[in-house]
């Protein structure tokens, strides 16, 4: 059967897109469904703020009145500028397994990147870096975080056949939490506070997370303005982005280091794990989502890490163990057993030295693909 091409032009086509790998991976126990609102609000051409500065395409594809396969076309200049690459991106691509759906969806994409005469197309890569990115080429077995996207294996040899290739790799640990704390990393993050005049903000609340939002996110915007699909956050995306992370969170899994005058050096932040509630949610709120989201934030034996930023001028001195002392002790209170850390770069080993004193398993490969198109 013919696969045909439509693109998303109304709210209701737009429900549709979202709610297509759904379907597709009904059944499957390692697909997390994210969070529809949020979802909807990325994607709405009036709800999200990176629209202020970005271009995108939505398209469907069907056999007969089967919907078979969904893809993104972001074209985000401030990246293109920041980095000077004038690259189309493509997100959110899932398809049947069927060559010619993915040929069609991909095409798709790379039509639109010939017309704005720009060189390569890279991806899956949403409009930022705090959207979810990377397609995962192992760890087709293992739960996915409400972080990261799932997809089946096949769809590494449709982009392999279409003449991607690897551009970027994250891999992903599983962190077990041991019986007993090390107390030497106790003394060692005391030490360090101690020695750069440094304290944690102790026993948060809502309010001190809310009070300190601009901080976490200006801190994201200079710190993380080097990693490889980053570009500055703007004052809308970071309201935007503080509504859609820090809304959810336990303070108590907020690590928040302060100077001599309380402004923020360095922070983490920790999510019990949500991917079970998700998945019995189908990602929806009601009407029992929330219940069940809720459940999960009290009562969980695993958790995920996020995001962690320190400032420059205290890299290297230690923040991170205080910070990751912290987290640990969490943890053990609240009855976390089992640790995602969700995607690092490769050959970030700075960020994987922090795992060294714990159990670990690499469990889940990603990669963003790239191909030229001039």
Same mark, same amino acid.
């Given at each position: 059967?013919?696969?045909?091409?439509?693109?998303?032009?109304?709210?209701?086509?737009?429900?549709?897109?979202?709610?297509?790998?759904?379907?597709?991976?009904?059944?499957?126990?390692?697909?997390? %469904?994210?969070?529809?609102?949020?979802?909807?609000?990325?994607?709405?051409?009036?709800?999200?703020?990176?629209?202020?500065?970005?271009?995108?395409?939505?398209?469907?594809?069907?056999?007969?009145?089967?919907?078979?396969?969904?893809?993104?076309?972001?074209?985000? %200049?401030?990246?293109?500028?920041?980095?000077?690459?004038?690259?189309?991106?493509?997100?959110?691509?899932?398809?049947?397994?069927?060559?010619?759906?993915?040929?069609?969806?991909?095409?798709?994409?790379?039509?639109?990147?010939?017309?704005?005469?720009?060189?390569?197309?890279?991806?899956?890569?949403?409009?930022?870096?705090?959207?979810?990115?990377?397609?995962?080429?192992?760890?087709?077995?293992?739960?996915?975080?409400?972080?990261?996207?799932?997809?089946?294996?096949?769809?590494?040899?449709?982009?392999?056949?279409?003449?991607?290739?690897?551009?970027?790799?994250?891999?992903?640990?599983?962190?077990?939490?041991?019986?007993?704390?090390?107390?030497?990393?106790?003394r060692a993050a005391?030490?360090?506070?101690?020695?750069?005049?440094l304290h944690m903000?102790?026993?948060?609340?809502?309010?001190?997370?809310?009070?300190?939002?601009?901080?976490?996110?200006?801190?994201?915007?200079?710190?993380?303005?080097?990693?490889?699909?980053?570009?500055?956050?703007?004052?809308?995306?970071?309201?935007?982005?503080?509504?859609?992370?820090?809304?959810?969170?336990?303070?108590?899994?907020?690590?928040?280091?302060?100077?001599?005058?309380?402004?923020?050096?360095?922070?983490?932040?920790?999510?019990?794990?949500?991917?079970r509630a998700l998945?019995?949610?189908?990602?929806?709120?009601?009407?029992?989502?929330?219940?069940?989201?809720?459940?999960?934030?009290?009562?969980?034996?695993?958790?995920?890490?996020?995001?962690?930023?320190?400032?420059?001028?205290?890299?290297?001195?230690?923040?991170?163990?205080?910070?990751?002392?912290?987290?640990?002790?969490?943890?053990?209170?609240?009855?976390?057993?089992?640790?995602?850390?969700? %995607?690092?770069?490769?050959?970030?080993?700075?960020?994987?030295?922090?795992?060294?004193?714990?159990?670990?398993?690499?469990?889940?490969?990603?990669?963003?693909?790239?191909?030229?198109?001039?």
């Amino acid at each position: 059967m013919t696969v045909i091409l439509k693109e998303i032009r109304t709210k209701r086509q737009l429900r549709q897109f979202i709610k297509f790998p759904r379907r597709l991976y009904r059944g499957n126990p390692y697909y997390v %469904p994210s969070m529809f609102s949020g979802e909807l609000n990325t994607l709405d051409w009036d709800k999200n703020p990176a629209f202020d500065y970005c271009e995108a395409r939505y398209w469907l594809a069907y056999e007969g009145k089967r919907i078979v396969g969904r893809v993104a076309a972001i074209l985000n %200049p401030r990246y293109n500028e920041k980095w000077d690459r004038p690259y189309m991106r493509f997100a959110w691509l899932d398809f049947v397994d069927d060559p010619a759906v993915s040929a069609v969806l991909i095409g798709a994409v790379e039509d639109w990147a010939q017309e704005k005469d720009l060189q390569a197309v890279l991806g899956p890569i949403g409009f930022t870096a705090l959207d979810r990115e990377g397609q995962l080429v192992e760890g087709f077995e293992e739960l996915a975080t409400m972080a990261t996207q799932y997809n089946y294996a096949y769809y590494n040899d449709h982009l392999a056949y279409l003449g991607y290739e690897k551009e970027k790799d994250w891999i992903e640990f599983e962190l077990e939490m041991p019986e007993e704390l090390d107390e030497r990393i106790a003394r060692a993050a005391q030490i360090v506070l101690k020695r750069n005049n440094l304290h944690m903000l102790e026993d948060p609340d809502k309010a001190d997370v809310e009070k300190y939002a601009d901080q976490v996110f200006s801190l994201i915007n200079s710190e993380y303005s080097e990693l490889y699909t980053n570009a500055p956050l703007s004052e809308r995306e970071i309201e935007h982005y503080t509504k859609e992370y820090l809304g959810i969170v336990n303070p108590d899994f907020i690590p928040i280091v302060l100077d001599e005058n309380d402004n923020m050096v360095g922070f983490g932040l920790t999510v019990p794990s949500l991917s079970r509630a998700l998945q019995r949610s189908s990602g929806r709120l009601f009407p029992f989502g929330w219940w069940r989201l809720l459940r999960a934030l009290r009562k969980n034996d695993r958790a995920d890490l996020y995001l962690v930023a320190v400032k420059k001028a205290y890299r290297g001195l230690g923040v991170n163990v205080a910070m990751m002392s912290r987290v640990w002790r969490t943890f053990k209170e609240h009855g976390i057993k089992w640790i995602e850390t969700n %995607p690092e770069f490769e050959d970030n080993l700075n960020v994987q030295s922090q795992w060294k004193t714990l159990k670990k398993r690499q469990h889940k490969r990603r990669r963003v693909f790239i191909k030229s198109i001039s």
